[in-house]
Every structure is written in structure tokens, then in C-alpha cells.
């Protein structure tokens, strides 16, 4: 069974940047599509980022520019990098493995979340 656990999440100035790591037990997590989604307060869960087990990705149009996705198959591992960050990104993450059908991507399994703050 898939466990993906997130990690990297904390309070950060704006302009500031953090990275999220998310690691999964056991098999199939390299051989998926991964992603990262995100629920502010009184906001619908939302796709941040997806990234295909090719390295193609796609982006929410709020953070393109500033977060970058990617994937690390020999650790079982996928990240985020984000940069440039805004109080409204404000949010919990969510790491998840999915797949990609008709160019939409479609999460099976989700971590626990960790939360991210931006506010000076």
C-alpha cells in the first residue's frame, strides 16, 4: 500500500521560498504520476502541480513561474519548490500519485498534508 508522507511545510515571509518533499512506502509510486495539491481556509482542494513519469509537467496558472515540480524515482520521492511565495498560498498540501488521463490528472492515493504560511 502507498503512504505518501509530506514533509518541508512551515512559516515563511513573502518572498520567501520553501521546499516540500513528500516520500512514499512502498511499490508503484515511481512507475505513477505524482502531484501536489493544496486547501486554503474556506477554498476548494485545488491541483498545484502534476508531473508525468516522463518529467512532463503541468502547473495551476497561480503559481506557474514560481513553484517547480519534480521527481526523484530511485528515492520513491517528488518535490516542490516554491519561490516567490504570497500570503494567498496559504495552505495545506497535499502530495498524491495518480495517473493522467486525457491530459487531466486524477489522484488515488493522498498524504496527511502539512501546512504552509506565508505572512510576515
Known amino acids: 500500500q502507498v503512504q505518501p508522507v509530506e514533509s518541508g511545510g512551515g512559516l515563511v515571509q513573502p518572498g520567501g521560498s520553501l521546499r516540500l518533499s513528500c516520500a512514499a512506502s512502498?511499490?508503484?509510486?515511481?512507475?505513477?504520476?505524482l502531484g501536489w495539491y493544496r486547501q486554503a481556509p474556506g477554498k476548494q482542494r485545488e491541483l498545484v502541480a502534476a508531473?508525468?513519469?516522463?518529467?512532463?509537467?503541468n502547473y495551476a496558472d497561480s503559481v506557474k513561474g514560481r513553484f517547480t515540480i519534480s521527481r526523484d524515482n530511485a528515492k520513491n520521492t517528488v518535490y516542490l519548490q516554491m519561490d516567490s511565495l504570497k500570503p494567498e498560498d496559504t495552505a495545506v498540501y497535499y502530495c498524491?500519485?495518480?495517473?493522467?488521463?486525457?491530459?487531466?490528472?486524477?489522484?488515488?492515493?493522498w498524504g496527511q498534508g502539512t501546512q504552509v504560511t506565508v505572512s510576515s
Open positions: 508531473i508525468t513519469t516522463h518529467g512532463g509537467t
Open positions: 512502498g511499490s508503484l509510486f515511481s512507475i505513477n504520476a
Open positions: 498524491t500519485r495518480g495517473a493522467f488521463w486525457g491530459g487531466a490528472y486524477y489522484p488515488d492515493y
